[in-house]
């Protein structure tokens, strides 16, 4: 049996976010698994760190490879990546789940196309106007 190595990684930066929302690892991490599933992507494991005085770290462990966000609450800035295996779970479909949850202000993307030779990177196509309500 031969397998495919394509991937698709998609890395955020979100500007703008409520303090609130960045600074609850356990809030986060919810609606991480809730992004993961929104996706198709099968969830194995999650570890989240709250840091003090601010802060959170989640990562979702998925089969498919891995979800993460860092935050830096007192910035209003969160630096999200899902990376997928494959091409039945779609990593921006996370990504913009996460993004409505958040409804930030600002957000730089960028996808990159992995596992078939040179990498490719692209500005992923987003529905803005999902994530800005």
Known sequence: MEYSTFGRHVAVD?????FELLNSAEWLQAQMVEAAEACGATV???QSKQFEPQGATVLVLLSESHLSIHTYPERGFAALDCY???ETVDPGLAIEYMLSVLKPDTVHAKKIVRGIG???VETPVMQQAEWMK
């Open 14 to 18: 979100a500007w703008g976010v409520d």
């Open 44 to 46: 194995m494991s999650v």
């Open 84 to 86: 997928t295996c494959g």
């Open 118 to 120: 040179e990498l490719q």
